[in-house]
């Protein structure tokens, strides 16, 4: 009896320890009739020593057909660091450095994943494009089973 119940709480304490696949999550706006990507403050503004060299990593992955849309790199932090609307990273970012894969045409109530890795750790934002009435698209909210909601982000 006392192997059984060490046993469940070994089991139990397992379960509880696992944690999401990313460190924070990241925030957009529309601009220019495409997302634009940005990490909310606070970030450091310096790269953690464990970090360095690791450049950043960004792309769009399509929850519903398994495939990347787009996917950049940059050797090094940008010069500003995108923490808001007006610093963000517009989808589709031409690296000087490298791209995977250059940007494919986003749909309509498709679930998408953002991630942004390296240099800012581990970022990720669960998104749809969505119309709204009057027939203008907006980011909306999803999930990381690839549901979208129409609720806006």
């Known amino acids: 009896m006392k192997y059984l119940l060490l046993a469940g709480l070994v089991l139990a304490g397992n ?19 495409k997302p634009c990507f940005y990490l909310p403050p ?19 992955f399509d929850d ?47 679930a998408y994943i953002f991630d942004m890795y390296g240099e800012y750790g581990r970022n990720r934002l669960y998104f749809c494009i969505k119309k709204d009435a009057q027939g203008k698209d907006y980011l909306a909210k999803s999930g990381p089973r690839g549901n979208c909601s129409s609720e806006p982000l």
């Open 15 to 33: 379960g509880l320890a696992v944690s999401k696949p990313f460190d924070a999550y990241a925030a957009a706006v529309m601009k220019d009739g």
């Open 42 to 60: 606070p970030i450091a503004e310096e790269t953690p020593h464990s970090l360095r060299g690791e450049g950043v990593s960004m792309e769009v």
């Open 64 to 110: 519903v057909a398994k495939r990347y849309k787009w996917e950049s790199w940059l050797k090094t932090r940008p010069k500003v660091n995108p923490t808001s609307p007006s610093t963000c990273i517009p989808y589709g970012f031409k690296s000087p450095d490298k791209n995977r894969t250059l940007e494919e045409p986003l749909t309509n109530d498709t």
